[in-house]
Protein backbone atom coordinates (compact mmCIF):
# COMPACT_ATOMS: atom_id res chain seq x y z
CA UNK A 1 0.00 0.00 0.00
CA UNK A 2 1.11 3.39 -0.52
CA UNK A 3 2.56 5.48 2.32
CA UNK A 4 0.86 8.20 1.60
CA UNK A 5 -2.75 6.55 1.84
CA UNK A 6 -2.41 5.51 5.14
CA UNK A 7 -1.00 8.93 6.74
CA UNK A 8 -4.03 10.72 8.38
CA UNK A 9 -4.38 13.95 6.62
CA UNK A 10 -4.61 16.87 8.62
CA UNK A 11 -7.77 17.55 9.87
CA UNK A 12 -9.08 20.68 7.61
CA UNK A 13 -9.72 23.72 9.99
CA UNK A 14 -12.62 24.08 11.85
CA UNK A 15 -14.23 27.53 11.29
CA UNK A 16 -16.90 26.91 13.76
CA UNK A 17 -16.76 25.22 16.57
CA UNK A 18 -19.57 25.20 19.55
CA UNK A 19 -18.76 23.26 22.75
CA UNK A 20 -21.11 22.24 25.53
CA UNK A 21 -23.80 24.70 25.12
CA UNK A 22 -26.43 24.99 27.19
CA UNK A 23 -29.62 27.71 27.19
CA UNK A 24 -32.66 28.35 28.89
CA UNK A 25 -35.00 31.29 28.05
CA UNK A 26 -36.11 32.74 31.43
CA UNK A 27 -37.21 30.09 33.78
CA UNK A 28 -38.69 27.60 30.83
CA UNK A 29 -37.25 24.26 30.10
CA UNK A 30 -33.27 23.59 28.84
CA UNK A 31 -33.90 24.25 25.21
CA UNK A 32 -29.75 23.29 24.48
CA UNK A 33 -28.61 20.54 26.39
CA UNK A 34 -24.63 20.06 25.83
CA UNK A 35 -24.94 20.77 21.98
CA UNK A 36 -21.19 20.08 20.37
CA UNK A 37 -20.63 20.36 16.88
CA UNK A 38 -17.59 21.31 14.61
CA UNK A 39 -17.91 22.43 11.05
CA UNK A 40 -15.53 22.71 8.71
CA UNK A 41 -14.34 25.27 6.82
CA UNK A 42 -15.58 25.24 2.81
CA UNK A 43 -18.00 22.84 4.12
CA UNK A 44 -21.56 22.50 4.02
CA UNK A 45 -23.79 21.37 7.69
CA UNK A 46 -26.79 20.30 7.64
CA UNK A 47 -28.70 20.51 10.80
CA UNK A 48 -32.13 19.09 11.22
CA UNK A 49 -34.46 17.89 13.90
CA UNK A 50 -37.77 18.15 14.77
CA UNK A 51 -39.91 21.69 15.47
CA UNK A 52 -38.82 22.77 18.75
CA UNK A 53 -35.84 20.79 19.25
CA UNK A 54 -33.58 24.25 19.78
CA UNK A 55 -32.20 24.76 16.03
CA UNK A 56 -32.88 28.59 15.75
CA UNK A 57 -31.90 28.84 19.17
CA UNK A 58 -28.09 27.31 18.34
CA UNK A 59 -28.28 29.41 14.86
CA UNK A 60 -28.95 32.70 17.36
CA UNK A 61 -26.36 31.71 19.64
CA UNK A 62 -23.60 31.14 17.18
CA UNK A 63 -24.24 34.58 15.52
CA UNK A 64 -24.79 36.33 18.57
CA UNK A 65 -28.31 37.02 19.00
CA UNK A 66 -29.17 34.88 21.97
CA UNK A 67 -26.48 34.17 24.56
CA UNK A 68 -25.86 30.87 25.85
CA UNK A 69 -26.12 29.93 29.31
CA UNK A 70 -22.65 28.11 29.52
CA UNK A 71 -20.29 26.98 26.73
CA UNK A 72 -17.88 28.16 24.26
CA UNK A 73 -18.68 29.18 20.42
CA UNK A 74 -15.99 29.71 18.53
CA UNK A 75 -15.85 31.09 15.22
CA UNK A 76 -12.95 31.44 13.01
CA UNK A 77 -13.75 35.45 11.84
CA UNK A 78 -15.45 37.29 14.46
CA UNK A 79 -15.55 40.57 11.53
CA UNK A 80 -19.46 40.85 11.22
CA UNK A 81 -19.01 41.31 7.66
CA UNK A 82 -17.57 37.89 6.99
CA UNK A 83 -21.26 36.14 8.21
CA UNK A 84 -24.42 36.24 6.16
CA UNK A 85 -27.54 35.12 8.65
CA UNK A 86 -30.90 34.56 7.42
CA UNK A 87 -33.28 34.42 10.38
CA UNK A 88 -36.05 32.20 9.93
CA UNK A 89 -38.61 35.21 11.13
CA UNK A 90 -37.87 37.25 8.11
CA UNK A 91 -37.05 40.54 9.97
CA UNK A 92 -37.52 42.51 6.58
CA UNK A 93 -39.23 46.16 6.54
CA UNK A 94 -42.61 44.91 5.06
CA UNK A 95 -42.45 49.22 3.82
CA UNK A 96 -39.82 48.68 1.96
CA UNK A 97 -39.81 47.60 -1.58
CA UNK A 98 -37.50 44.21 -2.48
CA UNK A 99 -34.87 47.39 -4.11
CA UNK A 100 -34.68 49.13 -0.94
CA UNK A 101 -34.14 46.00 1.11
CA UNK A 102 -30.99 45.50 -0.96
CA UNK A 103 -29.62 49.00 -0.81
CA UNK A 104 -30.32 49.01 2.71
CA UNK A 105 -28.35 46.12 3.50
CA UNK A 106 -25.98 46.54 1.20
CA UNK A 107 -25.07 50.07 2.42
CA UNK A 108 -24.15 48.82 5.33
CA UNK A 109 -21.59 46.33 4.28
CA UNK A 110 -20.00 49.50 2.22
CA UNK A 111 -21.11 47.95 -0.89
CA UNK A 112 -21.57 51.03 -3.90
CA UNK A 113 -24.83 51.54 -5.79
CA UNK A 114 -23.41 49.66 -8.86
CA UNK A 115 -22.56 46.91 -6.88
CA UNK A 116 -25.81 46.17 -5.42
CA UNK A 117 -27.76 46.94 -8.78
CA UNK A 118 -25.40 44.12 -9.94
CA UNK A 119 -25.50 41.50 -6.99
CA UNK A 120 -29.97 42.27 -7.37
CA UNK A 121 -29.56 41.25 -10.82
CA UNK A 122 -26.99 38.31 -10.25
CA UNK A 123 -29.83 36.60 -7.33
CA UNK A 124 -32.50 37.78 -9.49
CA UNK A 125 -31.23 34.82 -12.01
CA UNK A 126 -30.67 32.92 -9.80
CA UNK A 127 -33.37 32.63 -7.03
CA UNK A 128 -36.27 34.60 -9.89
CA UNK A 129 -36.70 37.47 -6.82
CA UNK A 130 -39.38 39.36 -7.44
CA UNK A 131 -39.97 42.58 -9.30
CA UNK A 132 -38.36 44.75 -7.63
CA UNK A 133 -40.69 48.08 -6.69
CA UNK A 134 -42.36 45.33 -5.33
CA UNK A 135 -42.93 45.59 -1.47
CA UNK A 136 -41.93 43.28 0.96
CA UNK A 137 -45.50 43.67 2.52
CA UNK A 138 -47.29 42.54 -0.74
CA UNK A 139 -44.89 39.76 -1.36
CA UNK A 140 -45.44 35.62 -0.62
CA UNK A 141 -43.70 33.91 2.17
CA UNK A 142 -41.73 32.20 -0.21
CA UNK A 143 -40.56 35.48 -2.18
CA UNK A 144 -39.68 37.06 1.23
CA UNK A 145 -37.56 34.22 2.07
CA UNK A 146 -35.79 34.38 -1.69
CA UNK A 147 -35.13 37.93 -1.14
CA UNK A 148 -34.19 37.54 2.55
CA UNK A 149 -31.47 34.71 1.77
CA UNK A 150 -30.18 37.01 -1.74
CA UNK A 151 -29.64 39.59 1.29
CA UNK A 152 -28.28 37.32 3.47
CA UNK A 153 -25.60 36.54 0.69
CA UNK A 154 -24.99 39.98 -0.93
CA UNK A 155 -21.82 41.11 0.80
CA UNK A 156 -20.29 37.25 -0.39
CA UNK A 157 -19.49 36.94 2.99
CA UNK A 158 -17.54 33.29 4.02
CA UNK A 159 -19.46 32.07 6.96
CA UNK A 160 -23.37 31.35 5.57
CA UNK A 161 -25.89 31.01 8.44
CA UNK A 162 -28.98 30.06 6.69
CA UNK A 163 -32.35 28.99 8.86
CA UNK A 164 -34.45 27.08 6.77
CA UNK A 165 -34.22 28.91 3.21
CA UNK A 166 -36.31 26.41 1.80
CA UNK A 167 -38.85 25.82 3.64
CA UNK A 168 -42.45 26.56 1.42
CA UNK A 169 -40.29 26.66 -1.64
CA UNK A 170 -40.86 24.38 -5.00
CA UNK A 171 -38.59 21.25 -5.67
CA UNK A 172 -37.25 22.95 -8.47
CA UNK A 173 -35.86 26.51 -6.49
CA UNK A 174 -35.10 24.74 -4.00
CA UNK A 175 -32.45 22.79 -5.81
CA UNK A 176 -31.42 25.83 -7.21
CA UNK A 177 -30.99 26.97 -3.96
CA UNK A 178 -28.54 23.49 -2.67
CA UNK A 179 -26.76 23.74 -6.07
CA UNK A 180 -25.76 27.17 -5.58
CA UNK A 181 -24.66 26.97 -1.94
CA UNK A 182 -22.65 23.79 -3.10
CA UNK A 183 -20.98 26.13 -5.34
CA UNK A 184 -20.31 28.38 -2.77
CA UNK A 185 -18.87 25.94 -0.24
CA UNK A 186 -16.33 24.84 -3.86
CA UNK A 187 -15.14 28.47 -3.66
CA UNK A 188 -14.50 28.70 -0.09
CA UNK A 189 -17.59 29.24 2.16
CA UNK A 190 -18.44 27.61 4.88
CA UNK A 191 -21.95 27.14 5.44
CA UNK A 192 -24.60 26.05 8.30
CA UNK A 193 -28.26 25.40 6.75
CA UNK A 194 -31.22 23.80 8.82
CA UNK A 195 -34.01 22.23 7.27
CA UNK A 196 -37.11 20.38 7.77
CA UNK A 197 -36.89 18.65 4.55
CA UNK A 198 -34.43 15.51 5.54
CA UNK A 199 -33.70 14.50 2.45
CA UNK A 200 -32.57 17.78 0.98
CA UNK A 201 -29.59 17.52 3.08
CA UNK A 202 -28.19 14.49 1.90
CA UNK A 203 -26.14 17.29 -0.16
CA UNK A 204 -24.96 18.43 2.51
CA UNK A 205 -21.17 17.61 3.50
CA UNK A 206 -21.88 17.01 7.32
CA UNK A 207 -25.21 16.08 8.77
CA UNK A 208 -26.02 16.94 12.58
CA UNK A 209 -29.43 15.24 13.99
CA UNK A 210 -30.65 16.96 16.56
CA UNK A 211 -33.32 16.22 19.02
CA UNK A 212 -34.28 17.91 22.48
CA UNK A 213 -31.44 20.42 22.45
CA UNK A 214 -28.81 17.49 21.46
CA UNK A 215 -27.08 16.22 18.93
CA UNK A 216 -27.81 12.80 18.52
CA UNK A 217 -25.47 11.66 15.63
CA UNK A 218 -23.31 13.48 13.44
CA UNK A 219 -21.30 12.49 9.95
CA UNK A 220 -21.48 12.65 6.52
CA UNK A 221 -24.31 11.65 5.07
CA UNK A 222 -23.00 8.44 3.41
CA UNK A 223 -21.61 7.47 6.52
CA UNK A 224 -24.68 7.96 8.29
CA UNK A 225 -27.10 5.83 6.28
CA UNK A 226 -24.21 2.97 6.36
CA UNK A 227 -23.58 3.33 9.99
CA UNK A 228 -27.26 2.74 10.37
CA UNK A 229 -28.25 0.35 7.77
CA UNK A 230 -30.65 2.80 6.50
CA UNK A 231 -31.29 4.33 2.72
CA UNK A 232 -32.81 7.44 3.96
CA UNK A 233 -31.81 9.93 6.36
CA UNK A 234 -35.32 10.27 7.24
CA UNK A 235 -35.06 6.22 8.42
CA UNK A 236 -32.16 7.21 10.12
CA UNK A 237 -33.63 9.67 11.97
CA UNK A 238 -36.67 7.21 13.16
CA UNK A 239 -33.75 4.80 14.57
CA UNK A 240 -32.41 7.72 16.78
CA UNK A 241 -35.80 8.96 17.86
CA UNK A 242 -36.10 5.89 19.93
CA UNK A 243 -32.65 6.42 21.87
CA UNK A 244 -33.23 7.56 25.60
CA UNK A 245 -31.83 11.27 25.18
CA UNK A 246 -30.91 11.64 28.82
CA UNK A 247 -28.34 8.84 28.19
CA UNK A 248 -26.78 11.15 25.38
CA UNK A 249 -26.32 13.55 27.71
CA UNK A 250 -24.83 11.54 30.36
CA UNK A 251 -22.78 10.36 27.64
CA UNK A 252 -22.19 14.27 26.25
CA UNK A 253 -20.79 14.74 29.91
CA UNK A 254 -18.65 12.28 29.72
CA UNK A 255 -16.97 14.29 26.50
CA UNK A 256 -16.89 17.23 27.39
CA UNK A 257 -15.01 16.22 30.90
CA UNK A 258 -12.02 15.01 27.86
CA UNK A 259 -13.35 11.40 26.78
CA UNK A 260 -12.23 11.58 23.46
CA UNK A 261 -13.49 9.06 20.46
CA UNK A 262 -12.82 9.52 16.64
CA UNK A 263 -16.39 10.47 15.88
CA UNK A 264 -19.93 11.67 17.07
CA UNK A 265 -21.59 8.54 15.52
CA UNK A 266 -18.82 5.85 17.74
CA UNK A 267 -20.36 7.86 20.17
CA UNK A 268 -24.06 7.32 19.35
CA UNK A 269 -23.25 3.36 18.80
CA UNK A 270 -21.58 3.14 22.36
CA UNK A 271 -24.37 4.85 23.62
CA UNK A 272 -26.97 2.34 21.72
CA UNK A 273 -25.19 -0.97 22.67
CA UNK A 274 -25.54 0.13 26.41
CA UNK A 275 -28.91 0.55 26.11
N1 LIG B 1 -37.26 33.82 22.85
C1 LIG B 1 -37.73 32.71 23.40
N2 LIG B 1 -38.29 32.75 24.64
C2 LIG B 1 -38.76 31.62 25.23
N3 LIG B 1 -38.73 30.40 24.64
C3 LIG B 1 -38.21 30.31 23.41
C4 LIG B 1 -37.69 31.46 22.73
N4 LIG B 1 -37.22 31.05 21.51
C5 LIG B 1 -37.45 29.72 21.45
N5 LIG B 1 -38.03 29.27 22.58
C6 LIG B 1 -38.39 27.88 22.89
O1 LIG B 1 -37.23 27.10 22.72
C7 LIG B 1 -37.55 25.84 22.12
C8 LIG B 1 -36.71 25.64 20.87
O2 LIG B 1 -37.09 26.59 19.90
P1 LIG B 1 -36.30 26.76 18.54
O3 LIG B 1 -36.96 27.83 17.76
O4 LIG B 1 -34.87 26.90 18.82
O5 LIG B 1 -36.55 25.31 17.85
P2 LIG B 1 -36.41 24.87 16.34
O6 LIG B 1 -35.81 23.52 16.36
O7 LIG B 1 -35.68 25.90 15.55
O8 LIG B 1 -37.92 24.80 15.86
P3 LIG B 1 -38.50 25.06 14.39
O9 LIG B 1 -37.95 23.99 13.51
O10 LIG B 1 -39.99 24.95 14.58
O11 LIG B 1 -38.06 26.42 13.98
C9 LIG B 1 -39.05 25.86 21.86
O12 LIG B 1 -39.68 25.16 22.91
C10 LIG B 1 -39.41 27.33 21.90
O13 LIG B 1 -40.70 27.53 22.37
Known sequence: MCRDAIQPHPPPLASVEVRSAFKRYNKSAMVLKGVSLTVRRNTIYGLLGPSGCGKTTLLNCIVGRTKLDNGVINLESN??????????????????????????FGTIFGRSRNEIISRYKYFNALFDLPERKMLINNLSGGQQRRVSLAVALLH???????????VGLDPILSEKIWLHLSDLSSEGKTIIITTHYIEEARRAHTVGMMRSG??????APDNLLKCYGCSTLEDVFLKLCVIDTSKVIQVNNLFSSGLELRSSTCKIYFLMLST
Open 214 to 219: IILSED
Open 156 to 166: NPTLLILDEPT
Open 79 to 104: VIDDIGYMPQDLCLDPLLSVEEIFFY
